[in-house]
């Protein structure tokens, strides 16, 4: 299901003396953030005056933020960004709009169940499908993932022997 609003970071903590907030991305590299010109806190639309990587975070300059104590009550708070301000293609998704999607085998067109987790691992996410058996599907395009159409909300996969949970 596509949402509206897309999670994508946490500010964790201060940057400096001069009110850069530093955040945490959630499930994106940080240079997909520094692609944003509007962002949104606490339903609020924000325009970083400043934008960059540093590490694995994100630096953010935000207007109004202009010292230390000011970036430190921003802490834990969340980042969004419209979905629509990410020009995604159609048949890519935020980890956040795959819960619920139904899932369908590309070779027989038999449905087998719906995705109720998504995993993040070193080669690749998996998605965790349930249906009357548990699939576990590596998230690897033109593989498994055959296509996933969000306005249909559906996915079609290729499954190969032993992905099920009961078979070996």
């Keep these: 299901m ?3 609003m897309i999670e994508i970071g946490r500010i964790v903590n201060a940057h400096g003396i001069r009110g850069e907030v530093r955040v945490l991305p959630r499930n994106q590299k940080p240079e997909f953030l520094t692609r944003f010109h509007t962002f949104y806190l606490d339903g609020q ?3 970083p005056t ?3 990587v540093h590490k694995n975070f994100v630096l953010l300059k935000l207007p109004g933020v202009d010292d230390m104590n000011a970036a430190l009550t921003l802490k834990e708070k969340r980042l969004f960004i419209r979905r629509e301000d990410a020009k995604l293609g159609p048949d890519v998704a935020f980890d956040e709009e795959l ?3 139904e899932v369908r085998s590309a070779d027989t067109g038999e449905v087998l169940g719906t995705i109720t987790l998504v995993e993040t691992y ?7 499908v349930k249906g009357e058996k548990t699939y576990l599907i590596p998230a690897v395009p033109g593989v ?3 296509s996933l159409n969000l306005d249909q909300n559906t996915m079609e996969v290729h499954v190969l022997k ?3 949970d009961d078979e070996n």
């Design 2 to 4: 596509k949402l509206e």
């Design 45 to 47: 639309a924000v325009k």
């Design 50 to 52: 400043a934008n960059h």
């Design 99 to 101: 819960p619920g999607v």
């Design 122 to 128: 070193p080669a690749s996410k998996v998605y965790t």
């Design 144 to 146: 498994f993932i055959q």
């Design 162 to 164: 032993g992905m099920a």
